[in-house]
């Protein structure tokens, strides 16, 4: 069966230090891979999507980075945090686009 | 544009039916779905539907789409202290798989 791992749960940065949020999908080849962000206000805000090693699509400009070095491996940087990237961060995969699967989340908190 | 529009809060005594209700406008969205996140976790994917379909029940679960309308409902049985949790309805798109969420209804179960 499919699982996804997504880790630190929880992360305090200060301001301006570099961030490295990291995903890994199991049981399944070539998903679909996203980052979305849950802001104070319970919206969720998708980041990036990857449909492949490699290619990554940005939905909203920003201070974030995706990169995709491995099939089944998302990963979301930063060089320099800022306060407003503080929020709860959610990798997700799915197989041809349909029925989003979500890790458990990383709480970043930036001071 | 797209958008999924539900209301914020709904407070149901334990035993009691809940009804969450959802708006979406993307008439060609080919599934629609309900998510369900207790407090610091993930999203987990409860139930979908397809969009020629107007109803679909499992266990406690039952979804009504109103495709007319473009209104998605998701009702809860007997309703638990347990089912206590924000709940999102989100719909697919066109673009990769990325699907449009709610801002989510937050549902206080009182015993």
């Known amino acids: 069966s499919q699982t996804i791992h997504q880790w630190p749960a929880t992360l305090v940065q200060p301001v301006g230090s570099p961030l490295s949020l990291e995903c890994t999908v199991e049981?399944?080849?070539?998903?679909?891979l996203y980052w979305y962000r849950q802001a104070a206000g319970r919206g969720l805000q998708l980041l990036f999507y990857s449909i492949g090693i490699g290619q990554i699509s940005s939905e909203v400009p920003q201070n974030l980075s995706a990169s995709r070095p491995q099939d089944r491996q998302f990963i979301l940087s930063s060089k320099k945090l800022l306060l407003s990237d503080s929020g709860f961060y959610l990798c997700?995969?799915?197989?041809?686009?349909?029925?989003?699967?979500f890790g458990s989340g990383t709480q970043l908190s930036v001071l | 544009g797209e958008d999924v529009e539900q209301s914020l809060f709904l407070s149901v005594r334990e035993g009691d039916s809940s009804v969450i209700n959802c708006t979406y406008t993307?008439?060609?969205?080919?599934?629609l779905y309900w998510y369900k996140q207790e407090p610091g976790a993930g999203l987990q994917l409860l139930t979908y539907i397809f969009s020629n379909m107007d109803m679909k029940q499992d266990q406690r679960l039952t979804v009504l789409l109103n495709k007319k309308d473009k209104h998605l409902s998701l009702r809860i049985a007997d309703t638990q202290t347990g089912d206590s949790a924000i709940y999102f309805c989100a719909e697919s798109t066109r673009s990769q798989g990325n699907l449009i969420f709610g801002k989510g209804t937050k549902l206080s179960v009182k015993p």
């Open positions: 993307d008439s060609s969205s080919t599934y």
């Open positions: 997700a995969w799915s197989i041809g686009g349909e029925k989003l699967f």
């Open positions: 049981g399944t080849s070539n998903p679909n």
